[in-house]
């Protein structure tokens, strides 16, 4: 009998296995070769595709509240910390995802997301769609199982087939090559619009958003609006205002927050003037994230309206100090006082080829194994800081690793 129902179960699996190697060809077209950056599309190896029952909500709060009653100290803080890390495999320490039709850009910033403790603790709370047609076109949900068998995969990497099904259904194609900038913009809003509880939502907002206050002062009667703005990013120059090329982070951003003055054809017309007049424009920090995306923006449109890729040496740090950086004129009075300005560096998404043609990895520190690791869709390995360094850019080398997006940690929310 038993031997009956293990052969049983072998015959359902290898059915299992069948139906989704026919739906990877079904996606990735057996005589579609071409390669991108040298990273082919080939004939994925099979795995266990992990499925979610309606009751599961990723923790067992009764086991967990029994356990912590038991645990010490240093145990508890321990599992907590393998709870709600997002690192991809526990076990191996880091996990890749092969590339499905140009996914690259896509492969990259799902290890941002996932190696993000702060995101998958989110994650782990979302509430799970009852019905089936939802749950394939939840991005959340879908997340959420290809974490779940990235933790629990003996494979050191895995296909995101059932996200990138999830993901086409919301316009994202595959065989198209994305902007990586915007591309998180997409997912983090299609994310957030498919949480159905509304205090996750405000968490996940929370967390990557940045709060800045924008004004406006008429240099002839200094008549002052003030408005407040959100954003997601920060859209760092590689020039200055007089066109000389920014060679670190901070100098990026003291550009960014410098005051300009609004003249000749950009003046603004003033309500108590009733005319336009000459106007200081600026902005302050309200509030800085917990997770703080910086975009650097490498490409531009020339005067033909081609896209071009901005590949010179930009420098950034493992430590960022924005009390250093901003006046006390640039941010709230408060803002310091919360311990809101130290960050250390814990993702770079970086782009090599040109502004028509290129590959996307990502570069992540792991707050468990204390290492930074290389993601390279289905390869990962460990590195040094001195390798993250090589994707400060190179003028001279067109095909080389620059930084795209950089992604900063609060210190103080460091467990």
């Not at 038993?2 to 049983?8: E, I, K, P, S, T």
């Not at 509240?65 to 910390?81: G, M, N, W």
């Amino acid at each position: 009998g038993r031997d009956a129902g293990r052969r049983a179960g072998a015959e359902r699996s290898a059915a299992r296995a069948d139906r989704r190697d026919a739906e990877l060809e079904r996606l990735l077209g057996l005589r579609y070769t071409v390669q991108l950056m040298g990273q082919g599309v080939g004939r994925p190896e099979r795995t266990k595709i992990v499925r979610l029952d309606e009751y599961q909500i990723m923790a067992a709060e009764e086991e967990e509240e029994e356990a912590e009653r038991t645990e010490d100290p240093a145990e508890k803080h321990s599992q907590k910390l393998k709870a709600i890390c997002g690192l991809a495999d526990l076990r191996n320490e880091a996990v890749g995802l092969y590339n499905i039709g140009f996914s690259c850009c896509l492969n990259s910033l799902l290890q941002v997301f996932f190696m993000n403790r702060h995101f998958t603790a989110i994650l782990r709370r979302i509430q799970v769609p009852f019905e089936a047609e939802e749950q394939k076109r939840s991005v959340p949900y879908q997340m959420l199982l290809l974490l779940e068998e990235m933790q629990r995969s003996k494979r050191k990497s895995v296909h995101p087939v059932g996200l990138v099904n999830c993901l086409s259904r919301h316009g994202i194609k595959l065989f198209v090559l994305y902007d990586a900038s915007q591309l998180f913009l997409t997912l983090w809003n299609l994310i957030k619009s498919q949480i159905t509880n509304l205090d996750l939502a405000e968490s996940l907002t929370d967390l990557y958003t940045i709060r800045l206050q924008e004004y406006l002062v008429c240099q002839k009667c200094f008549l002052e609006t003030k408005k407040n703005s959100n954003m997601l990013t920060l859209p760092l120059p590689m020039f200055s205002y007089d066109s000389h090329r920014i060679r670190t982070l901070e100098d990026a951003l003291r550009c960014y927050f410098a005051p300009e003055h609004l003249t000749e054809e950009h003046m603004c017309h003033c309500k108590e003037c009733d005319k336009k007049t000459v106007c200081l424009q600026g902005m302050k920090v309200t509030c800085l994230p917990q997770t703080l995306t910086l975009h650097l923006k490498r490409f531009y449109s020339n005067h033909n309206k081609r896209t071009q890729k901005i590949s010179h040496y930009l420098s950034f740090p493992q430590n960022l100090d924005f009390s250093q950086i901003l006046t006390p004129e640039q941010y709230q009075p408060d803002f310091l006082e919360k311990g809101g300005g130290l960050y250390s560096l814990f993702a770079v998404v970086a782009h090599s080829g040109s502004a028509s043609y290129g590959h996307y990895c990502a570069y992540i520190w792991s707050l468990t194994a204390l290492k930074w690791y290389c993601f390279n869709d289905s390869s990962v390995c460990q590195v040094s800081w001195d390798d993250v360094k090589c994707t400060y850019g190179n003028l001279g080398l067109r095909w080389g690793e620059t930084a795209y997006l950089l992604v900063y940690q609060k210190k103080s929310e460091h467990l």
